[in-house]
């Protein structure tokens, strides 16, 4: 029996776009939307709170249960972190297929709440780029 490997990512600089500062909206507009931030929002208790949610709540067996072959797949979330904590417009860069993009997507909903980034010394709202990678043996 295959058995479902997931390999927790956490890849900081994935959060960061390159260059500079992108925004949504009119610079005095509370929709601004920061692309790159001094200070990354995050789950809240860092990364070591969040393989511990991910291991308690992502269910690994997913792309074996839908006909995955042996191998890699790496699927990559984005979201926006909202100032008041909540999370919006998530969605997959990619879908390696297997029901692998719906299962991360359900993941990052149920965490409900992150901690918002910080630019400048204001809490912001900021996208976030959060990968996962299932392995497949």
Known sequence: MKQPLLI????????????????????KDERIVFVKVEIEAQFPGGDKAWGLFLQKNLNAAVPINNGAKQGRYTVIT???VNKDSTL??????????YGICQEA????????????AIQNGRVVNSYRRQPFTFVVE
């Open 88 to 97: 919006t417009d998530i969605v997959c860069e990619n879908d390696p297929g």
């Open 78 to 80: 984005k979201f926006i």
């Open 8 to 27: 927790f990512c956490f890849l900081l600089g994935i959060n960061s776009s390159f260059g500079q500062t992108v925004v949504q909206g009119n610079e």
């Open 105 to 116: 997507i359900r993941i990052i909903k149920l965490t409900e709440k992150w901690e918002p």
